[in-house]
């Protein structure tokens, strides 16, 4: 993995051949930091799983369907998703496909619109649901829950004469094309947007609800679900 202007770019093997992608806890990660592959890898074992499903089942009603979505097919397009969550918007439409998909074999569901089907069944999009969870990763952050020295990377404001909560946060300055679109440069404003009683949460059950009806995240009971 090369990153910084000044890198010298030594050459990497793993066995015979080198390498510019290494996979880590499950994680496609290369120098160009695009996530690329790990969106067609979560889509593809994603969609290995609804195969089965529909070969393995016969009653597709909501119920059924829904609870086999949450369990087998969701979670390979949330694992780890504030590391490689996608900005490039063919990867996001990539993982967006999927629940297009699932959604539509619901008993009742397939000649409404995608956004229909979300506001019948009460789900996000998978975009929503990301910077959801992006949310969630920052509070746990703050709260100490996460061991991480977040100065390296933003400034918190800790200033009572600024519109909204007090522990707003402004990242830091960078060059990299590829740290533009990292973690901190892309939850800033999110989280400067959030209510006091969010930021302020004694719990984490209580910070999901206070952010169940701000901004974009407004009524979509799925906000609530682990």
Sequence with gaps: ???????????????DQETEEEKDLGVYVNSSMNFGRQCAESVKKANRMIGIIKRNFTNFDRK??????KALVRPHLDYCVPVW????????QLLEGLQRRMTKIIHGM???????RLKELRLMTIEQRHLRQDMITFYNITQGRINMQVDNYVDILRE??????NMKIRPSRVRLEVRKN????????????LPQE?????????????????GIFKGRGDLLSR
């Design 1 to 15: 993995m090369h990153f910084g202007y000044a890198n010298p770019k030594f050459k990497y093997k793993m066995g």
């Design 64 to 69: 059924v369907v829904l609870n086999l979505y």
């Design 85 to 92: 969550k996608p900005y490039l918007r063919k990867d996001i």
């Design 110 to 116: 397939r000649n409404k619109t995608y956004e229909e």
């Design 160 to 165: 009572s004469n600024t519109r909204g909560h």
């Design 182 to 193: 990292s973690y901190f440069k892309r939850i800033w404003k999110a989280w400067n947007e």
């Design 198 to 214: 969010a930021v302020t949460a004694q719990t984490l059950n209580k910070f999901k609800n206070s952010i169940a009806e701000c």
